[in-house]
């Protein structure tokens, strides 16, 4: 069974601009959540969509938003990018049902300039 | 507001044992445990519910205090493999996957 998988592995963009960042769920699955991780900050939920709708949502700005397709799969938005949103951002998925094991991707590494 | 883990970092040699803590300040629905090793993605090791469930990995043990909102996991007779960073998440309610994740301990096992 294929894992996660998230698109590009590396980013690097300028403060203002926006980005698009992609998550492929492990078949099957429903759930998709997005974490930011930094060493600073640590490991921080920023949303989960299931069923195409968002389900819960963490403490970050308006700028960060997601989406989640008919096929499960994902996409999260961070727009007018700041230098603090320098982090790897990790998608995990879960399958049907609440409080189950989370299975993370790799991560995309968007570094801000 | 994120849990607590205890130690920040622990130095083993091989076959030692480790215990690595969690807290919480709230009421708990479930603890997850994750190990995440340099540059790869969390790896799931445990899942402990409120109620006794439990599922993960056969040669890991974790226990779940749901009176005092704290979880302990438990590594025994420690391999190389084990040394990365060990992440506690926490979830206070039951609708959804929504993880509030602890500080990390980072664990090594030298030979």
Redesign the interface.
Known sequence: KAG?TQTPRYLIKTRGQQVTLSCSPISGHR?V?W?QQTPGQ????LF?Y?SETQ??K?NFPGRFSGRQFSNSRSEMNVSTLELGDSALY?C?S?SLG??????????TRLTVV | Q?PVQSPQAVILREGEDAVINCSSSKAL??V?W?RQKHG?????LM?L?KGGEQ?GHEKISASFNEKKQQSSLYLTASQLSYSGTY?C?T?TG???????????TRLMVKP
């Not at chain 1, 640590?42 to 939920?45: D, R």
């Open positions: 996660v759930s959540s974490y640590g490991l921080q939920f989960e299931f389900r819960n963490g990790l995990a879960s609440d409080n189950t094991e989370a299975f993370f991707g790799q991560g | 994120q629905y479930s997850h994750y790869e993605a969390p790896v799931f899942i519910l599922k992440f998440g979830e039951t609708a959804g996957n929504m993880l509030t994740f602890g500080g990390g």
